[in-house]
Each structure stands twice: as structure tokens, then as C-alpha cells.
């Protein structure tokens, strides 16, 4: 047997730990996920999913292997599994990070963005749509986009594109077409459903690159077999490291991509605890009258419903309706989360957890100074999480660096003069002049 064969043999062992088989079949996570979507993109529907069953799973002509091969000569796989001493000093237990800020383009966004383009191709589809928040997921599409030599048109909130004014040029350059969304408050919820209403009347020449585990199936399964490739090489690396598998791994959530990644090949390994930490934003309080939760916190105070194609945990209020989330970051600024993560959260095999705006900022800051790593506003909630509940950790804490911030440095200066930040700089020429 040949080196490769070895290689695709060990995949497809290792892609089929009971955990990561949940969803492919009927894309049903308990009483989540589903495909509730207008009678006109059915066929879309059921082409993906004879598509991601052939050549995802099946690995149809040799497509897993050139997706594997694209991720490390273009995307710079394997990412390092680094072991952050200061911050292991500080908390009195071994804290390692997973580097996913140094894949190409920076963040972890590549990993679903590079797959799903390239099985477009393999599908034989002309166009690629997609959605983005913090212009990560947009960003990573447009250079999987240019990479692969597709056409590509980005849909992105108003709101977002004025808070997030790099990552459009990225887009751009890439040769990517940017749309603004200007209905609702011009965020992520808004620019799923422009992008959904782009596909609705596109269908036969072009895929929709949803960049979370959110929407129909079977994107929920698929985005996370993508993104699984986080846990994969961190669990192999953690038990070179250290002889053993992590107590603890921790992961940002938003619509929940990073975090299924970063979970995926622990997720049947009970000794392993699984961490997902939402924006707690200002409060967790809720104004229905407002029609506003100023907080993302669906897994820990959402109910269930139906938005954007799948059955999940939702922010709503008494009557059903999405309220409009609220974050200081704009990738976790979505008013629902995967139909996976709902139903591990339900299982109590994940704990979700919520960290407000002001600690965000504080390990934003902290792992900056401290470790020489300038992290996502996104990231930065898993490090507040760290400063507040590692005495409830075990002494192996593996956390996901789900990107960089060179995207969130102006929402950075502009948060940190508005509040008393611990480890902050000196602000004063930022704002004052020299």
C-alpha cells in the first residue's frame, strides 16, 4: 500500500469516530438541524448533498486528497500547537494554543471556504455566493475564489463593512465583488438571508459558500467534517506534546464553525471537556419591547426555532420573533448557532459559557502583551473565559486561536478609550495626538 493510500485510510478511520457520523444521514442533531428552505432551492439542496456524499465522504476522484493537498501548500497545514508559557504561569496549568491565526489569510475561515470551492468545481458550478460578518469567512472565499479561478460576489451588512473596512479591501483585491446589505441593522442575519435570496434565483450555475455550521443540510455537517481538520491535528499534537489528550479545549462561538472544528475529534473522548464561549455582549438581559438581545449568547439563554434553514437555538422573544444580537465583535454578532452545537449543549457534553464585552477586551489585550499573539475580537472571548474560570479547569487546556487581529485593530482602539481596560496601553496619542 502506497504512502497516500495509507494517508486516506487513516482519514477515513478517523472520520468515522461515532461522534463526527451525527448529522450526515438526514442532517437531524435531536431535535435540531433539518432543511427548511423554499420549494426552489431543493434541488440545490439535494445536489450538495449527493455531492458532499460522494466526494466528501466517498473521496469521488481523488477530491480529499487534492483538498488536503491544496490546505497545505496554499493554506500552510499544519497549523502549531503551541504551548503559551506566560499565560501557563499565570493560571498554574499548561495552556497551549492552536494557531489557527497563522493559516493563509488568518483564520481558521479557510479551511470550509477552500473545500466547499473547490467541490463547487468539482460540481461543475460557475459562480460562488457567500455570506460574512467579520469579513473572515468573506475573505477566505475570495482567495479560495482566486485560487481556484471562480468568480465570487461577497454579501456583507452595511454595519459591518464600516467596522470591518480592511477585511472589504482584502475582499477586493481578491477580486471578489462586495454587495452591501443595508436592511435590518446590516449585520450577519441579514446578509445570510441576501445571500439565500441571491441563490434562491441562481441555483444552477452557482453555490452558496455558507461559512458557518448554520443553514440547512447539509452545510451543518459539512462545514464541520471541513473544519475538523483543527481537532484532528491538535489531538495528534497534544499527544506528541505531552503524552496525553487535553482536560480542557476551548473555542469562541458564534454561528459555531471554529468551535465544531476545534471540538469534532474530541467530542467521543469524555475525559476531554468541551468549552464554547458566546459574546455575553453588555448583558444578558433581554429587551423585548427593544426588540434588541445586547449579547449573542444563543446557547446559553436562546429557545428554539427556525432560522436560516435549520431548527436551532435562537434569540427570540416571547412571540417567535429573531431579535437583533449584539456584539464588540462582528464575527460572534449572529442571533443563532449550529443545530450541532444546540444538541451537544442540550447533551451536557458541551458547556457553554458567556463572556461579556469588557472581558473580551481584557484578553484582547492580555494575550497581546503577555504571549506576543494579537487575537481576533472573536478569539478574545475564549481568553476572558480563561481569566475567569481557570480555577474550574483541568491542568491541560488546549484554547483555538481562531484568528488574528489585524482586522479588529481601529474597533480596538476606538472600545479600549471608551473603557478602564486592564493591560491596555497608554491611549492618549491615539486619541489626542502627540
Not at 493554506?75 to 508559557?85: I, K, M, S, V
Not at 493560571?91 to 493563509?104: I, N, Q
Request: some cysteine; proline content about 4%.
Amino acid at each position: 500500500m502506497s504512502e497516500t493510500d495509507t494517508r486516506t485510510t487513516e482519514e477515513t478511520e478517523r472520520a468515522r469516530r461515532p461522534g463526527r457520523e451525527r448529522g450526515r444521514d438526514d442532517g437531524k442533531f435531536g431535535p435540531y438541524g433539518g432543511q427548511y428552505v423554499p420549494e426552489a432551492l431543493m434541488p440545490a439542496i439535494e445536489e450538495l448533498a449527493d455531492a458532499y456524499e460522494r466526494y466528501v465522504l466517498k473521496n469521488e476522484d481523488g477530491f480529499l486528497d487534492e483538498f488536503r493537498e491544496r490546505l497545505a501548500d496554499f493554506g500552510g497545514r499544519p497549523t502549531p500547537l503551541q504551548r503559551a508559557d506566560r499565560l501557563s504561569e499565570r493560571y498554574d496549568t499548561e495552556v497551549f494554543l492552536k494557531r489557527e491565526d497563522l493559516l493563509h489569510g488568518g483564520a481558521h475561515k479557510l479551511n470550509n471556504a477552500l473545500g466547499q470551492v473547490l467541490l463547487a468545481q468539482y460540481m461543475g458550478k460557475e459562480r460562488i455566493i457567500a455570506e460574512t460578518g467579520a469579513g473572515q469567512h468573506g475573505t477566505a472565499t475570495a482567495m479560495a475564489a482566486a485560487h481556484l479561478d471562480m468568480p465570487c460576489t461577497i454579501y456583507m451588512g452595511e454595519r459591518d463593512i464600516n467596522r470591518q473596512r480592511p477585511n472589504v479591501f482584502r475582499m477586493k483585491l481578491n477580486g471578489s465583488e462586495v454587495k452591501p446589505v443595508t436592511t435590518g441593522r446590516g449585520t450577519l442575519k441579514e446578509a445570510i438571508s441576501e445571500t439565500m435570496r441571491d441563490w434562491a434565483e441562481t441555483v444552477e450555475d452557482t453555490h452558496y459558500v455558507i461559512g458557518s455550521i448554520v443553514g440547512p443540510h447539509p452545510f451543518p455537517v459539512m462545514v464541520r467534517d471541513f473544519q475538523a481538520v483543527i481537532s484532528e491535528e491538535a489531538r495528534e499534537q497534544a499527544i506528541e506534546k505531552t503524552g496525553g489528550l487535553p482536560t480542557d479545549v476551548v473555542a469562541c462561538a458564534g454561528g459555531g464553525s471554529n468551535t465544531m472544528g476545534a471540538f469534532a475529534d474530541f467530542v467521543d473522548d469524555e475525559s476531554v471537556a468541551l468549552h464554547a464561549v458566546e459574546a455575553g455582549g453588555s448583558t444578558l438581559d433581554v429587551d423585548e419591547e427593544a426588540g434588541v438581545a445586547p449579547n449573542s449568547a444563543s446557547l446559553y439563554t436562546g429557545d428554539e426555532g427556525v432560522l436560516h434553514g435549520a431548527r436551532t437555538k435562537l434569540l427570540q422573544d416571547s412571540d417567535g420573533q429573531i431579535m437583533e444580537s449584539h456584539s464588540i465583535s462582528s464575527g460572534l454578532d449572529y442571533a443563532g448557532v449550529g443545530p450541532e452545537l444546540a444538541y451537544l449543549v442540550d447533551e451536557g457534553r458541551v458547556d457553554p459559557v458567556a463572556v461579556d464585552d469588557d472581558a473580551a477586551l481584557e484578553g484582547f489585550h492580555r494575550l497581546s502583551n503577555t504571549e506576543g499573539i494579537i487575537p481576533a475580537l472573536e478569539t478574545a472571548h475564549a481568553f476572558g473565559f480563561l481569566e475567569e474560570h481557570h480555577e474550574e479547569l483541568g491542568d491541560r487546556v488546549v484554547v483555538n486561536v481562531s484568528g488574528r487581529g489585524d482586522k479588529d485593530l481601529d474597533a480596538a482602539i476606538e472600545e479600549t478609550d471608551q473603557r478602564d481596560v486592564a493591560n491596555a496601553p497608554d491611549m492618549s496619542m491615539f486619541t489626542g495626538g502627540i
